[in-house]
């Protein structure tokens, strides 16, 4: 009775970026294009409380398709969306968080001799994490009331 579960996270996850791309492209705040420095897709994000009103709205476009799809992969196997397992899955949408700003200093570390984008990076984050984390609670709490 683990696979169903496992799935579930798996299936949380994909949900999570497409959710982020979703929420991004929605507010115009996404850029497809493959260069120095990016992968496949840049997100565009403001400073201040712009910047923490746009997390907030990805934060919920990542929380909100994350559990549409945790929630959707246990109803094929005739489960629930439980309190304790969206917990799990509201986790590993936090640890996701603290891995990408870990990522996001170093990477700034590297390409910069200063310490001034490192510490702007380190202030983003801990606006972005608590946003995320608490949105993600909200969202797992709503999906399995409702």
Request: charged content about 10%; aromatic content about 8%.
């Amino acid at each position: 009775m683990v696979l169903p579960y496992l799935l579930a996270v798996v299936a949380a996850q994909i949900g999570a970026l497409l959710g982020v791309l979703l929420a991004a492209g929605l507010m115009w705040r996404l850029d497809f294009r493959i260069g120095p420095g990016t992968l496949l897709y840049e997100l565009h994000l403001s400073l201040g409380r712009a910047g923490i009103v746009q997390r907030a709205v990805l934060s919920s476009g990542r929380a909100g398709v994350a559990f549409l799809a945790a929630r959707t992969v246990l109803s094929l196997f005739g489960l629930r969306l439980t309190l304790a397992f969206a917990g799990v899955i509201a986790v590993t949408l936090l640890a996701r968080d603290v891995w990408s700003a870990v990522i996001a200093e170093r990477g700034t570390r590297l390409f910069s001799p200063s310490d001034q984008g490192a510490r702007a990076v380190r202030t983003q984050a801990m606006v972005a994490i608590p946003v995320g984390l608490s949105v993600s609670l909200l969202v797992a709490w709503l999906f399995v009331r409702v």
